[in-house]
């Protein structure tokens, strides 16, 4: 099992940034994503890194805004994001995978956090 838990969501205006956690405990994964929820809406991958080698993979709609990263000795990976945007609201989500494929499928994911809420107003 593999305990993930998220902090740093919060409130932001248009163009601002937010960095967010997620620290993991527990067995062994070799990779980690996060993901986002608007209501209404479906599950989005937003970006994964495989560990601990540190491969990367964004969703269209973040690339060059968001960066994902890795802190192998905390166990914690971090989501920085920059010149958020009202649709980047959402609830986001920290997941742990045991395969070392870095994906943005959720059904690739075995253990997720309780999530962390991002709001951006204009």
């Known amino acids: 099992q593999v305990q993930l838990v998220e902090s740093g969501g919060g409130s932001v205006q248009a163009g601002g940034s937010l960095s967010l956690s997620c620290a993991a405990t527990?067995?062994?994964?070799?990779?980690m994503g996060w993901f986002r929820q608007a209501p209404g809406k479906e599950r989005e991958g937003v970006a994964s890194i495989n560990i601990p080698y540190g491969f990367t993979h964004y969703a269209d709609s973040v690339k060059g805004r968001f960066t994902i990263s890795q802190d192998n000795a905390k166990n914690t990976v971090y989501l920085h994001m920059n010149s958020l945007k009202p649709e980047d609201t959402a609830m986001y989500f920290c997941?742990?995978?045991?395969?070392?494929?870095?994906?943005?499928?959720?059904?690739?994911?075995?253990?997720w956090g309780q999530g962390t809420q991002v709001t951006v107003s204009s």
């Open positions: 527990g067995s062994t994964y070799r990779k």
């Open positions: 997941a742990a995978g045991v395969v070392p494929l870095a994906t943005l499928g959720a059904q690739f994911y075995d253990y």
